[in-house]
T-cell receptor, first 118, second 109 residues
């Protein structure tokens, strides 16, 4: 099956610093990758959709200058949380949609990154 | 607006059957997904329905009625490991997933 990896799985950083999270599709090409945030006991909240080679589309209320997304290749997307604050502490999950028509609508999720900002 | 409704929490007994309902209202519709999510982990795919009817996969089955905007996930022969949150998500006309808040399923011995 399709596998998506995320790195790091956990990160603790100090307030004001930046953190980069990588999302990779390991055995398929992903034209579209999604970044979600999930606070405890809440559902997934879509932050942005990124298509390879173009700018990400951010959901309403998500600051694009704070959450920088780069989707430079068909297998890698990165999310950088800039000038992180304690309220940015959350579980960040990426997912990837495969390029092949048979998997056009299914999203494969990475294992998530637990970010704690102190 | 777009909306997905599912119960917040359900409790069931090991070995029993449980049905988790989901109703949706979306701008266009291109199918409905069910995902399982254990605490602290990412969601894993369970099922996808785009046509009316029941799809069976082992202990798990998923049903869709497009005319009613309704789906359910049926779990049989419940095991303790089935304790998790179950997320319903509808694919809208832009092929964007609209997520429900999830149903936390508690299995008791």
């Amino acid at each position: 099956g399709a596998v998506v990896s995320q790195h790091p799985s956990r990160v603790i950083c100090k307030s004001g610093t930046s953190v980069k999270i990588e999302c990779r599709s390991l055995d398929f090409q992903a034209t579209t990758m999604f970044w979600y945030r999930q606070f405890p006991k809440q559902s997934l909240m879509l932050m942005a959709t990124s298509n390879e080679g173009s700018k990400a589309t951010y959901e309403q209320g998500v600051e694009k200058d704070k959450f920088l997304i780069n989707h430079a290749s068909l297998t890698l997307s990165t999310l950088t949380v800039t000038s992180a604050h304690p309220e940015d502490s959350s579980f960040y999950i990426c997912s990837a949609r495969a390029q092949t028509s048979g998997d056009l609508y299914e999203q494969y999720f990475g294992p998530g990154t637990r970010l704690t900002v102190t | 607006g777009q909306n997905i409704d599912q119960p917040t929490e359900m409790t069931a007994t090991e070995g029993a059957i449980v049905q988790i309902n989901c109703t949706y209202q979306t701008s266009g519709f291109n199918g409905l997904f069910w995902y399982q999510q254990h605490a602290g982990e990412a969601p894993t795919f369970l099922s996808y329905n785009v046509l009316d009817g029941l799809e069976e996969k082992g202990r798990f089955s998923s049903f869709l009625s497009r005319s009613k905007g309704y789906s359910y996930l049926l779990l049989k022969e419940l095991q303790m490991k089935d304790s998790a949150s179950y997320l319903c998500a509808a694919l809208d006309s832009n092929y964007q997933l609209i997520w429900g808040a999830g149903t936390k399923l508690i299995i008791k011995p």
